[in-house]
């Protein structure tokens, strides 16, 4: 697996590994999940996707 360049200095932060195949993982301590989503680049950023859950949520209930 290769690593990817981890952008934050923070200790408690996790890495990014590719295997061979391309499947990527995030890993931090013990813990590994497998990513099988991305956001796109030019995409919505968090915030604005999160308000707009909260917004639909409310409206359904």
């Given at each position: 697996m290769a690593k990817s360049k981890n952008e934050s200095n923070n200790k408690s932060s996790g890495t990014l590994l590719t295997e061979k195949d391309g499947t990527q993982?995030?890993?931090m301590g013990?813990?590994?999940?497998k990513v099988s989503e991305h956001f796109a680049q030019d995409g919505k950023p968090l915030d604005s996707l999160l308000e707009d859950v909260i917004k639909h949520a409310a409206a359904a209930s």
């Open positions: 993982y995030f890993v013990k813990v590994r999940i």
